[in-house]
C-alpha cells in the first residue's frame, strides 16, 4: 500500500475572471507515474505552477507527504522534494552544465554538502548521458542537451515527486522513446512520482500507468492512458488534435 | 586542511603582507599606501555585497559613516571619565559599537530592500546616505552639522606619542585587518553553498528561487555582513582622521571611487579590487599632482566607459580569457 | 499660530510645489516605464536646468518661463545623444551597469558644472511681488510656477494620448514586441522617449528657480533625487501620471511637515524632513512597492 505522497484538495484558481483551475481533488501517490493532459488552455500549466507554489490559490489546500504546503514558497517546496523540468529550459547560461546540476542537488534536504553535490551532479550527468559535457558553459549547449541538462537538474535534488513540464514537446519519436525510458529508469531506481504535462506528444502515455484528463480546469478523467484515450469524452475534445 | 586548494587565497595574503610591510619599512610610501589600504578595503567590502549578488548598493558611504560616528562617539565618551581605559580596550569598543550600529542599519533597511527589485533597491539605498546626513544634521546628534572631533581626547588621555602612533600606524594596520577579514570572507562565501547560490541568483534570479535558493535571505546575509564590515572600516578611518565632519563624511566621491575600483578590478572577484586599487591609486596620484581637484571629472567617464566597454573588470576579462587554466584558479 | 487659514495656505503652497514636484518627478517614472532604467542621476539633470535658468537671466535677461523652455531642448538633446551613446549599447543587459553608468552620468554633470562655474552658489531674484492667500503673502513666482508646472504636464498629455508619436510610446510600454511587429520603431521610441524625460527635468530644474531663489550650486540635485523616488515610488514607478498626482501629495505632505516640525521644534525642520523623505520611502516599499496610487 504506497504512502500518500501529494493532495490536492478542493483548488481553484482564477486569473481575472477566467478559472483556470475549478475545484481540482488530485491524490498521487509515491512511485506513481502519471501523465496529465488536455487541449490548450486546459489547466495545465496552472496546476503544475499551483503545485510549484509560483501562486497562492483562490481556495484549496495542499498536502505533501501529510503537511500542509499551500503556503509555502517556492524555494521551500522544492527543497522539500518537489522538483521541476520547465517546458523552456532556463539553465543559467553562464555556468558550467555541472555547476548547472549541482546548484540542483544543493538546495535539498537530503543532500548536506558541496562535496556530495558534486558526487550526485556527475552521477546525474552520467544517468542522462551529458558527463562529456559537464564542464561546458550551458549557453553552448544544443536544444536537445538543454532538456536533457533541464532534467538533469531537476533529478539532482534526490526529489520525491518530479514534475516534468512538456517535456518531449517537438522532439522525434525516437528521442521521446529514450527520454522517457531514462525517466522511468530513474524514478523507478529511486521512488520518484512522475507527474508528465503533456498537450500533444500521446506517445509519452506508454510510459505511465495513469492519466487525468483536464478541461477548462476540471479533471475530466483520471484513469489508465487507454481508457482516457477511447473515451467518448476525450475523443469529442481532441478530435483532430492529437498526434503520434 | 588541504593548504593547496586555498592556495590562491594565500598568495594574496602573502601579497597584501608584502604591501603593507612596504609601508612599514619604506617611510615615503606611507601616505599613498595608508589611502590605498582603505580604497581597497573600501572596494572589497563593496565587492562582497554588489560583487556577489550584482544589487547595486549605493548606500556604503552612510555605513561607513555610521562606524566612523559610532566609533568616535564611543571613543569620545570612554575617554570623557577621570581615569580612560586602557587603549586596546577603548579601540576594541570602538570597532565594536561601530559594527553593531551598522549591523542593525543593515538589518533594518535590508530587511525591507532585499525584497525588492534591482531599481526599487537601488532607490531604497541611494536615498540612504541623505538620509543619515540630515538625521545628523537636523537632530545636531554627535556633533550634528559641526562635526565630531577626538584628537584632544585622545591626546589628554594618552599621552602625544601615542595619539601620534595610533593615528598614523595603528589605524592603517586596523584597517588592514578589516581588509584582511573581508577577503577571508568573500573567498569563504564563494566556495560554500551560499557562493553556490548566489552565483545561480546572479545568472537568474527567479530561476535560482524555483531551483531552490532562498534568494532573499542570501542577499541579506552578504548585505548584513559587508554592512558591519564597512562600519568597522569607518571605526578605523575615525581612528586614523580623528576628525569626521557631516559634508566630507557623506561625500559621493567614496561610492564612485568604490564602484570604479571594483568594476575596474573585476565586479566579485576578491584579487580584483586589489588590482583596480593599485591602478586606481597610481593614476589618482599622478592626476592630483597635475590636475589637482578634477578627480571625479576624469573618473565619471571613465566609469561610464566602463560600463559600456569594459564591465567584467581586469580580472574578470583575464579570468573569461584564461578559463579552466592554472590562471584562472588563481585570480579567485 | 496655527489657524485654519494657515493651514489652508500651506495646503495651497503645497500644491503649487506639488505640482513643480510631479513635473520634476515625472521624467523618472517615464524612463523607468518605457526604458525600465532608473535614472539613478537624476538630480543632476534638475541642477542644469537651474543653471540654464540662472544664466538666461543673467546674461539675456529672460525670465524662468521663457529658459524652461530653452532648458527642456537642452534636456531634449542631450537625451538624444545619452541614448545612442551610450544607453542604447546596455539596454539588454544587466541593471547594474545601467544603474551605474545613469549614476556616473550624474557626478559627470556636477563635476562640469563644477569646473565651469565654481561651486559658490548662485541665485537670482525674479521679484513680481507676492499675492495675498487667506492674509498670507505668497510669492507671485512660486504661483506661476506651479501654474506653468500643470500646464507642462497637460501638454505631455495631450502628446501621448493624441499624438501619433505618443501613441508609438504607449504602445511600447504595453508590449515591445507586438509594437515591433506593427511597424513601431522602438529604437526611436526609446530615444525620444528619453529625450522627453530628461526634456521635462531639466525643464523642471529651470522652473525651480521660481521656488527657490538662492542655492544653485553643483550638488542641489542631490535632494532632487531622493524627493523624485519617493514621490515615483509613492505614485508607482512606471505611470508618470501617478507620479504627477503623487508629487502633488508629497508637496502638500513637505509643507505640513515643515509646519509642524517648526512648531514642535524637534530640531532643523529642513533636515529632519528630507530625513523623513527617506524614511517614508522605505515604509511605502515595505507596504507596497508597487506605489501607493497604482490600483
Known amino acids: 500500500m504506497s504512502k500518500e505522497l501529494l493532495r490536492l484538495e478542493n483548488v481553484s484558481k482564477s486569473f481575472g475572471g477566467i478559472r483556470a483551475l475549478n475545484n481540482v481533488n488530485l491524490i498521487i501517490k509515491e512511485g506513481e507515474k502519471l501523465a496529465i493532459i488536455g487541449p490548450n488552455g486546459a489547466g495545465k500549466t496552472t496546476l503544475f505552477n499551483a503545485i510549484s507554489g509560483v501562486f497562492d490559490l483562490d481556495s484549496g489546500r495542499i498536502f505533501y507527504l501529510g503537511r500542509d504546503i499551500t503556503k509555502l514558497p517556492p524555494f521551500k517546496r522544492k527543497y522539500l522534494g518537489i522538483s521541476r523540468a520547465f517546458q523552456i529550459p532556463r539553465p543559467f547560461a553562464g555556468m558550467t552544465v555541472l555547476d548547472n546540476v549541482v546548484v540542483g542537488a544543493l538546495f535539498s534536504r537530503d543532500i548536506k554538502d558541496i562535496k556530495e553535490a558534486r558526487n550526485r551532479a556527475e552521477e546525474i550527468l552520467s544517468l542522462v548521458g551529458l558527463h562529456n559535457k559537464r564542464d561546458e558553459l550551458a549557453v553552448n549547449l544544443t536544444s536537445p542537451e538543454k532538456k536533457l541538462l533541464e532534467l538533469a537538474r531537476a533529478l539532482a535534488p534526490r526529489p520525491r515527486l518530479l514534475l516534468l513540464d512538456e517535456i518531449v514537446a517537438g522532439i522525434p519519436p525516437a528521442e521521446v522513446d529514450k527520454i522517457m525510458s531514462l525517466v522511468v529508469k530513474i524514478s523507478e531506481q529511486e521512488n520518484i512520482s512522475v507527474v508528465a504535462l503533456v498537450e500533444h506528444v500521446m506517445r509519452v502515455l506508454r510510459y505511465v500507468e495513469r492519466a487525468i484528463f483536464l478541461h477548462e480546469g476540471r479533471v475530466m478523467m483520471d484513469d489508465t492512458p487507454d481508457k482516457v484515450l477511447n473515451s467518448e469524452v476525450v475523443k469529442d475534445i481532441y478530435l483532430g488534435k492529437v498526434y503520434e | 586542511m588541504d593548504i593547496r586548494a586555498h592556495r590562491s587565497l594565500i598568495i594574496l595574503f602573502l601579497v597584501s603582507l608584502t604591501l603593507l610591510f612596504v609601508r612599514v619599512g619604506i617611510p615615503e610610501t606611507r601616505q599613498v599606501l595608508s589611502i590605498l589600504f582603505f580604497y581597497i578595503a573600501l572596494s572589497e567590502v563593496f565587492n562582497l555585497f554588489t560583487g556577489l549578488t550584482l544589487y547595486v548598493c549605493f548606500g556604503y558611504v552612510a555605513f561607513v559613516a555610521l562606524g566612523m560616528y559610532g566609533g568616535g562617539a564611543t571613543i569620545k565618551y570612554l575617554l570623557s571619565t577621570s581615569s580612560p581605559p586602557p587603549l586596546a580596550l577603548v579601540l576594541a569598543c570602538a570597532f565594536a559599537v561601530a559594527g553593531i550600529l551598522a549591523l542593525i542599519l543593515a538589518l533594518a533597511v535590508g530587511w525591507i530592500s532585499v525584497r525588492l527589485k534591482g531599481a526599487y533597491f537601488a532607490i531604497a539605498t541611494i536615498g540612504l546616505n541623505e538620509g543619515l546626513k540630515n538625521l545628523i544634521e537636523g537632530t545636531g546628534i554627535w556633533g550634528g552639522s559641526s562635526g565630531l572631533v577626538i584628537a584632544n581626547d585622545l591626546i589628554q588621555a594618552y599621552n602625544y606619542d601615542t595619539f601620534i602612533f595610533v593615528t598614523s600606524e595603528l589605524a592603517d594596520y586596523l584597517i588592514f585587518t578589516v581588509y584582511a577579514v573581508t577577503i577571508l570572507c568573500i573567498y569563504l562565501v564563494i566556495k560554500s553553498r551560499l557562493g553556490y547560490g548566489l552565483a545561480a541568483l546572479r545568472e537568474d534570479e527567479e530561476a535560482a528561487n524555483v531551483m531552490g535558493v532562498n534568494v532573499v535571505r542570501y542577499k541579506l546575509i552578504v548585505f548584513v555582513i559587508s554592512a558591519t564590515l564597512a562600519g568597522m572600516l569607518g571605526a578605523g578611518k575615525m581612528i586614523k582622521d580623528v576628525a569626521i565632519y557631516p559634508p566630507q563624511a557623506f561625500a559621493v566621491s567614496y561610492t564612485v571611487e568604490a564602484i570604479v575600483i571594483s568594476m575596474l578590478g573585476g565586479l566579485g572577484t576578491v584579487t580584483g579590487p586589489v588590482i583596480g586599487g593599485l591602478i586606481y591609486g597610481i593614476l589618482k596620484y599622478v592626476l592630483t599632482v597635475s590636475f589637482p581637484g578634477l578627480q571625479l571629472l576624469a573618473l565619471a567617464p571613465a566609469l561610464m566607459a566602463m560600463c559600456v566597454m569594459f564591465p567584467y573588470g581586469i580580472v574578470g576579462w583575464l579570468r573569461r580569457r584564461f578559463k579552466g587554466s592554472k590562471i584562472e584558479s588563481l585570480l579567485i | ?295
Not at chain 3, 521679484?127 to 503673502?137: D, P, Q, T, W
Not at chain 3, 507642462?152 to 508590449?175: C, M, P, W
Not at chain 3, 528619453?194 to 526634456?199: D, E, K, P, V
Request: aromatic share 14%; charged share 10%.
Open chain 3, 1 to 295: 499660530m496655527v489657524t485654519a487659514e494657515y493651514v489652508i495656505f500651506v495646503t495651497i503652497a503645497g500644491v503649487m510645489l506639488g505640482t513643480f514636484y510631479g513635473l520634476a518627478t515625472i521624467g523618472l517614472s517615464f524612463t523607468f516605464g518605457i526604458l525600465r532604467i532608473l535614472n539613478s542621476g537624476h538630480g543632476s539633470f534638475v541642477m542644469i536646468g537651474a543653471y540654464v535658468s540662472y544664466w538666461c537671466f543673467a546674461l539675456l535677461g529672460l525670465s524662468p518661463l521663457v529658459s524652461s523652455l530653452l532648458a527642456f531642448v537642452v534636456g531634449f538633446f542631450i537625451g538624444f545623444a545619452l541614448y545612442h551613446g551610450l544607453i542604447s549599447r546596455v539596454l539588454g543587459g544587466p541593471e547594474l551597469i545601467s544603474l551605474v553608468l545613469m549614476f556616473a552620468f550624474g557626478i559627470f554633470l556636477q563635476e562640469v558644472a563644477k569646473f565651469s562655474w565654481s561651486a559658490s552658489p548662485r541665485g537670482f531674484t525674479w521679484g513680481l511681488g507676492s499675492v495675498n492667500i487667506f492674509g498670507y503673502e505668497y510669492p507671485l513666482t512660486r504661483l506661476i510656477g506651479g501654474v506653468v508646472s500643470a500646464v507642462i504636464v497637460l501638454v505631455l498629455y495631450v502628446f501621448l494620448f493624441r499624438t501619433k508619436s505618443g501613441n508609438a510610446i504607449r504602445s511600447v510600454v504595453e508590449d515591445p514586441e507586438g509594437a515591433a511587429l506593427c511597424g513601431v520603431d522602438v529604437s526611436r521610441v526609446y530615444a525620444l522617449s528619453l529625450a522627453i524625460a530628461l526634456g521635462l527635468t531639466v525643464a523642471s530644474g529651470a522652473l525651480s528657480t521660481l521656488f527657490v531663489s538662492g542655492g544653485i550650486e553643483p550638488y542641489m540635485g542631490d535632494p532632487y533625487t531622493t524627493r523624485a523616488f519617493a514621490i515615483a515610488v509613492l505614485g508607482g514607478l512606471t505611470s508618470p501620471f501617478g507620479s504627477f498626482l503623487a508629487g502633488l501629495l508629497f508637496g502638500i505632505i513637505e509643507n505640513i511637515s515643515y509646519m509642524l516640525l517648526s512648531l514642535a521644534n524637534v530640531g532643523n525642520p529642513f533636515s529632519m524632513t528630507r530625513f523623513l523623505t527617506f524614511a517614508m520611502i522605505l515604509l511605502v516599499l515595505l507596504i507596497r512597492p508597487q506605489g501607493l496610487l497604482k490600483r
